[in-house]
């Protein structure tokens, strides 16, 4: 069964930094791309950041570009988002999930983290 | 950016109704190498989006036959057929076609 459970979210101050983590399950983690993806409360779906499988190809939004960076660590199945300078328009319920490059889609989602930035 | 627009914003329906969503892309979603990278979303209350139709028309796993996708190009449909309680929540679409990828705003299906 493959599982996403991320981590790392919490009450965090405007301009300080909070990284998030999610451990995958239940497949061979290497061989996917990952997306994060982040809904504020009460609104839609925002895209945040994609990397491939290998970690050669990363993409941002560009709300997000230069302060947040996304990695992985294949050994640990674990993908991360480093978010640095968070502003109040950061808060977000953040989804990490399974990328399906070569379908353009999104086939299993974690539970999400939260993440408030508020002094 | 491609903008994507969703048509209704809610939707109420009876139990055993039929329901269209429209999605509509700024731009072609055909991708350079001909495929269409279109896909639908069902966040049901307090839960994460799930997966329902990939690629415009494929249903994902497990995905009941009352849920269907068409359209083309920069024009999309899903359907749902017989609806029944589970299906409530808010349905969002979604393109793979061009980073940076986007969603559509999101209906939301209840209960007439």
């Known amino acids: 069964e493959v599982q996403l459970v991320e981590s790392g979210g919490g009450l965090v101050q405007p301009g300080r930094s909070l990284k998030l983590s999610c451990l995958a399950s239940?497949?061979?983690?290497?061989?996917?791309?990952m997306n994060w993806i982040r809904q504020a409360p009460g609104k839609g779906l925002e895209w945040v950041a994609s990397?491939?499988?290998?970690?050669?190809?990363?993409y941002y939004a560009d709300t997000v570009k230069g302060r947040f960076t996304i990695s992985r660590d294949n050994a640990k199945n674990t993908l991360y988002l480093q978010m640095t300078s968070l502003r109040s328009e950061d808060t977000a319920l953040y989804y990490c999930?399974?990328?399906?490059?070569?379908?353009?889609?999104?086939?299993?989602w974690g539970q999400g983290v939260m993440v408030t930035v508020s002094s | 950016d491609v903008v994507m627009t969703q048509t209704p914003v809610s939707l109420s329906v009876s139990l055993g109704g039929q329901v269209s969503i429209s999605c509509r892309s700024s731009?072609?979603?055909?991708?350079?190498?001909?495929?269409?990278?279109l896909s639908w979303y069902l966040q049901k209350p307090g839960q994460s989006p799930q997966l329902l139709i990939y690629?415009?028309?494929n249903r994902f796993s497990g995905i009941s036959d009352r849920f269907s996708g068409s359209g083309s190009g920069t024009d999309f449909t899903l359907k749902i057929s017989r609806v029944e309680p589970d299906d409530l929540g808010v349905y969002y679409c979604?393109?793979?076609?061009?980073?940076?990828?986007?969603f559509g705003a999101g209906t939301k299906l209840e209960l007439k």
């Open positions: 999930a399974r990328h399906r490059y070569y379908g353009g889609y999104n086939d299993y």
């Open positions: 239940g497949f061979t983690f290497s061989n996917y791309g």
């Open positions: 990397i491939s499988s290998s970690s050669s190809y990363i």
């Open positions: 731009q072609s979603l055909v991708h350079n190498n001909g495929n269409t990278y």
């Open positions: 690629k415009v028309s």
């Open positions: 979604g393109q793979g076609t061009q980073y940076p990828y986007t």
